[in-house]
């Protein structure tokens, strides 16, 4: 059994709550006294159906407004899979929440309404879905029993919606016709929607594959050294990291970054078990044939398939603070376990969210999304976002107020 | 990668992130499972090495004894450090006071014996094993939580998290409370405690005691709580679902004695784990105000 990591992207309006409130009560997993909780509560809808959005609204403030501000996790399992829930809210002014959720999601649920069709927020959806390199985009066009299920007010949505997919060169998209409120498609397949002959939602969560099919050659960020300068573990020093791409191997040529020196993998370990291979995601202990100087913010790599080290180039960045970007301002570059001290040499353009057409405005201000030219004050390892997007991901910090100000993805060198 | 072998990898990263990136961290050890995990995940982070930081107690004075007892021979095998906060101690000092009443508890006065600890040896990070799945508040919590220095969370001003990069920066006198086991659901941690054999107090097994019923849920028939002939007492087969002191946390009836059945038992479960946590049904924004005062 793995793990499936999906964000709901939307508005009370499109039905995000009642499909997440859906997927967890169909699945039983609301609780008694979660359930009995939300009665006490007394929240209905207008309809008079208790109003499950008070499960993910954690918050006193949100439960106040009846928004969702702030990025919700939520958990749930069948007998095949695990499920992450990053439930975000979808208007404009919380766009940085919805690029968290997204940046720690696999796949994208896009809710439509089947009334509306492909509007303003279901581009801007789709156009951070594309920034953030989701791996999978699902459209569940939303409350077909509106529309009568009628099959062509959805094949008319589908190509609609294609227009876009393509102009944003979105790959892997696939669509639901379904009704959160009636539960049409949800859990199981709905009669009432006989003209559709894929799966329901969950069996589609439950059985969509997100794994790359692509490989990429193994970084291995190091966050510590393990030395425990014991009598018996005298020489003892190994590696400690989290491993990014595929093919870490015992007897492995490695380069050291940024110092450039070489070495070979003598041996890995996990747990103090010894591996002749690790994997994408795993944290191990790697050993190196060499005694050589490494700390922590070095990078080892494979010496057949280098990252690139520089210290100029290009990244869109999706800005967080309250207070603009500051060009004349030093800010932090953390990626992985290094941080580099850089400055916004040039902001190239500003992206519009809704039509993604490029503005040229040099002031990036809350929730901006841009692209913009770096100078760091060192060189600074990474792939690019088209080639291996989570080696090309990093934030700012403020280092006057330690706040993360910033999110950003290296696009090119400079 | 199946479902545990990730979780595990991602609690390790996050570990080695707290020990790389700040000068002064703890664990803090309740001598729950959630906080059992951690020291069992700290050990695949660190050994052969030592754990760059000690475990932290705070001790209400109010545990159970099978808790205490399972404490000091965990530290014993260990070979590591621990620091014991006492919430006699704050009380002493008159910086806590003791509720009055049947349902007293010490539960809240935690909050000022964890704040004085973390003044007191300058810890600039701390480890729980707090849950996103146990609350909806803790739903909102931060994998890397930022305090101010009157331990405060401020709910609002959270720092976005992206990706897998922890922002660890802060300020003098704030710290940040770090939560490894974020992702993991309840049974998530049962399902790993049986892989990976992971011992723990006899009190989580069913077995036999004297129990008093005290709003709706059987509470241990312990020395600190105050029973009188209105009371009803009962010897009863019980486990402890969740284990904090004994003045805020109800038994579950149960037969359970085996890993197995606990875990059959929270599958089949229709009530949540912090269904018998007295201190959670206070209000409906109890933990969010706890935690705003400082609580982990």
């Given at each position: 059994m793995n793990i499936l990591k999906f964000i709901t992207a939307g508005s009370v309006d499109d039905g995000k709550s009642t499909l997440i409130g859906r997927l967890l009560y169909d699945t039983n997993s609301i609780l008694d006294d979660q359930l009995e909780a939300i009665k006490k509560a007394n929240r209905k809808n207008n309809d008079g159906t208790?109003?499950?959005a008070i499960l993910t609204d954690g918050l006193k403030a949100e439960r106040e407004q009846g928004i969702t501000i702030d990025v919700a996790y939520k958990y749930f399992q069948t007998e095949k899979r695990k499920f992450i829930i990053a439930?975000?809210?979808?208007?404009i002014q919380y766009t940085r929440n919805m690029i968290t959720g997204a940046s720690n999601s696999e796949l994208i649920i896009i809710l439509i309404d089947a009334r509306k069709g492909v509007i303003e927020q279901t581009k801007r959806h789709s156009f951070l879905a594309k920034l953030l390199s989701l791996k999978k985009v699902l459209v569940c066009v939303n409350k077909m029993d509106m529309v009568g299920f009628d099959p062509f007010v959805y094949e008319k949505i589908k190509s609609d919606y294609m227009i876009l997919a393509n102009r944003l060169g979105l790959e892997n998209v696939d669509f639901i016709p379904v009704s959160a409120l009636k539960g049409d498609n949800i859990v199981s397949r709905s009669e009432r929607i006989s003209w559709y002959d894929g799966a329901s939602l969950l069996d589609y969560l439950e059985t969509i594959s997100i794994e790359d099919k692509k490989t990429q050659p193994w970084r291995f960020p190091v966050q510590w050294i393990v030395r425990?300068?014991?009598?018996?573990?005298?020489?003892y020093r190994g590696y400690a990291g989290r491993v990014l791409?595929?093919?870490?191997?015992?007897g492995d040529e490695v380069v050291v970054l940024p110092s450039g020196v070489r070495s070979t993998v003598k041996s890995i370990e996990l747990a103090e078990q010894s591996l002749d291979q690790a994997q994408h995601g795993q944290s191990v202990i790697v050993h190196l044939t060499d005694d050589i100087d490494i700390s922590r913010g070095d990078i080892l790599v494979a010496a057949s398939c280098p990252p690139l080290a520089e210290r100029n180039f290009q990244a869109n960045i999706c800005w967080f603070d309250n207070k603009p970007l500051d060009k004349d301002q030093v800010y932090l570059l953390q990626n992985h376990t290094t941080v580099t001290k850089v400055k916004v040499?040039?902001?190239?353009y500003k992206f519009d969210?809704?039509?993604q057409d490029k503005q040229y405005d040099a002031d990036i201000s809350l929730n901006d999304i841009a692209k913009v030219e770096l100078k760091a004050a060192g060189e600074v390892v990474f792939d690019l976002n088209r080639e291996f997007p989570e080696n090309s991901q990093g934030i700012l910090i403020?280092?006057?107020?330690?706040?993360?100000?910033g999110a950003l993805m290296i696009e090119d060198v400079a | 990668m199946d479902y545990l072998d990730h979780l595990e990898a991602e609690a390790i990263y996050i570990l080695r992130e707290v020990a790389g990136q700040f000068e002064n961290p703890a664990l803090l050890f309740s001598g729950g499972k959630d906080s059992i995990t951690l020291v069992h995940l700290a050990k695949k982070a660190f050994r052969p090495g030592k754990f760059p930081f000690p475990l932290v107690h705070i001790d209400t004075?109010?545990?159970f004894p099978e808790t205490i007892e399972f404490r000091d021979w965990l530290v014993e095998q260990l070979g590591e450090k621990l620091i014991v906060g006492l919430v006699q101690e704050s009380i002493d000092q008159g910086k806590a006071v003791e509720q009055r009443g049947k349902?007293?508890?010490?539960n809240p006065l935690q909050t000022v014996t964890l704040l004085d600890t973390i003044e007191k040896y300058g810890f600039d990070a701390c480890i729980g094993g707090a849950?996103?799945?146990?609350e909806k508040a803790r739903a909102k919590e931060r994998i890397f939580s930022v305090r101010d220095e009157f331990g405060q969370w401020d709910p609002k001003r959270q720092r976005p998290e992206l990706w897998s990069i922890l922002n660890g920066k802060i300020h003098k006198g704030e710290n940040v409370r770090v939560f490894?086991?974020?992702?993991?659901t309840e049974l998530d941690v049962w399902n790993y405690i049986k892989r990976e054999n992971i011992a723990l107090p006899s009190i989580y097994f069913s077995h036999e005691r004297d129990v008093v019923l005290r709003n709706g849920q059987w509470m241990a028939a312990a020395p600190f709580l105050q029973i009188d002939g209105e009371d009803i007492v009962e010897h009863k087969s019980v486990r402890f679902r969740t284990v904090g002191d004994m003045t805020c946390t109800a038994s579950v009836d149960s037969v359970a004695t085996e890993l197995d059945d606990i875990i059959e038992e929270i599958k089949a479960?229709?009530?949540?784990?912090?269904?018998?946590?007295?201190?959670?049904?206070?209000?409906?924004a109890a933990m969010e105000e706890r935690k705003k005062q400082g609580y982990f």
């Open positions: 208790v109003d499950l439930d975000a809210p979808g208007h425990p300068q014991t009598e018996d573990l005298h020489d791409g595929d093919g870490l191997t015992t040499a040039d902001v190239l969210v809704n039509t403020d280092p006057r107020t330690n706040l993360t100000v | 004075g109010h545990n349902n007293a508890s010490r849950r996103r799945d146990e490894p086991i974020s992702n993991w479960s229709t009530v949540s784990e912090r269904g018998a946590r007295m201190d959670d049904k206070v209000s409906e």
